[in-house]
């Protein structure tokens, strides 16, 4: 799996460094290629000689390397660096590098080449108990797993400081099999390619306070667009009104409504390798925007009615003009499934859909898993089961990219 595979690991400086050689030694007999940069304080607890040594190639320490070798020669090196590897591993990750990096900071090699990778960056945080268990770590964390960083969870046990809980490092055949299957769910298959993705929900505004909204986070178009930004392609991402951080590298325009989502797309449609509309877009919208917050004791006391009037349909527009491009839809369907999602493929012309239940167990809005089926409008149906809405991305970008050809 590792064969000629560049693995890029950044120590930082926690207790857990010294277990680092070992793991480039493991690496190395698996037939990756290594290189090493550290933080300053990772030298305090293992030396740059050792890695040197083990990886057979210079290492960078700190922000301002001396430039005396090879790749270290450029005077962009942190650029050259983030190019060559396949992966990044940042392993131990301090509370402290985690923290810079869920605001950005470039301080130190380590941080600047995570801001610098477009390949995946997976960080093995290693700390005490009471530092992981932290408000402000798991924060820091759930924003860095937002931004498309992979975090692979500490093991629990006894700590070098005595303590016992959730913060050592995993078993080395653990990190080095994370990064196994980080590096063959991110094949590089859609280099080149360019993918509209949209995401999240539609609000439909009654008065200038009240909508009428659905449930979708907008967590599986945001899983799209990272998981097909890590295999190279480049992506525009229109969502609705979400909390959630927009991936690295992918270009993000905010809507709201219904018919803003419709301008967005048809502006952003042209040149496409695909479309994946995975936003839950209103199928209705208020005849009527009362401009003044409507009162409680203006109307009929029994009833107030709100009449509705069809959006749009952006799939059904998108389907009779798509040339080459690839149009994938998504069916939320709670019944009938299977027969009411292909409906909707052949009535817009899609060539696949996703369909799910989100009345299912781990399935549907804002739960991090889904269980998804793909219809294909040529080809079989694949019933794919419960996984992450990031693996889920890959299941899905996968096949696209076989469409695109
Ligand atoms: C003996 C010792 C062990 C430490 N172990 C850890 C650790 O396991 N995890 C951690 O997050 N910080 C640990 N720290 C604190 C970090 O070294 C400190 O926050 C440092 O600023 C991290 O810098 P870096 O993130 O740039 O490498 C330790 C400090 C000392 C003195």
């Not at 992506?235 to 992918?250: C, D, F």
């Not at 952003?268 to 936003?279: L, Y």
Request: glycine share 6%; proline share 4%; charged share 20%.
């Amino acid at each position: 799996m590792l064969r000629n595979k560049k693995i890029l690991i950044g120590v930082t400086g926690g207790i857990a460094a010294y277990k680092i050689p070992q793991l480039v030694r493991d690496f190395k007999k698996n037939g990756a290629e290594i290189k090493v940069v550290m933080t300053d304080s990772a030298t305090e607890f293992v030396t740059a000689l050792t890695l040197s040594t083990l990886t057979q190639n210079e290492v960078v320490v700190g922000s301002f390397p001396r430039l005396t070798e090879s790749i270290l020669q450029a005077s962009t090196w942190h650029i050259d660096l983030a190019q060559w590897a396949d992966v990044m591993l940042i392993a131990p990750a301090t509370a402290n590098t985690i923290a810079k990096l869920s605001y950005g900071i470039a301080d130190n090699s380590v941080t600047t080449l995570a801001l610098a990778m477009r390949g995946p960056v997976m960080l093995s945080p290693s700390m005490d108990v009471d530092m992981w268990n932290h408000p402000i770590t798991q924060s820091n964390i759930s924003q860095l797993q937002q931004l498309g960083y992979h975090i692979l969870q500490p093991a629990e046990g006894e700590l070098a400081s005595g303590l016992t809980g959730a913060g050592r490092l995993p078993d080395l055949p653990k990190i080095q099999q994370s990064i196994e299957n980080l590096l063959a769910e991110t094949n590089r298959d859609l280099i080149g390619k360019k993918i509209l993705i949209t995401a999240g929900p539609t609000y439909e505004p009654i008065d200038p306070v009240r909508f009428i909204g659905n449930r979708s986070s907008g967590k599986m178009g945001f899983a799209l667009a990272a998981a097909a930004v890590h295999r190279g392609a480049e992506v525009t991402l229109v969502t609705g009104k979400t909390h959630l951080t927009t991936p690295r590298l992918v270009k993000r325009i905010d809507v709201v409504t219904a018919a803003q989502m419709y301008n967005a797309v048809m502006k952003n449609k042209h040149n496409k390798d695909s479309i994946i509309m995975a936003a839950a877009v209103a199928d209705y919208t208020p005849v009527k925007f009362y401009n003044q917050k409507i009162k409680k004791n203006l109307q009929d006391k029994n009833q107030f009615i709100i009449q509705l009037k069809p959006t749009k349909d952006i799939l059904k527009e998108l389907g009779i003009k798509k040339g080459k491009t690839v149009l994938v839809g998504f069916a939320v369907e709670t019944e009938n499934e299977i027969k009411n999602a292909k409906m909707k493929l052949y009535d817009k012309n899609l060539d696949a859909i996703v369909l799910n239940n989100p009345t299912e167990d781990g399935a549907g809005f804002d739960v991090e898993t889904n269980i998804a089926i793909f219809i294909p409008q040529k080809g079989n149906v694949e019933k794919l089961p419960k996984m992450s809405k990031y693996q889920l991305a890959h299941q899905i970008l996968q096949r696209i990219s076989k469409l695109i050809g």
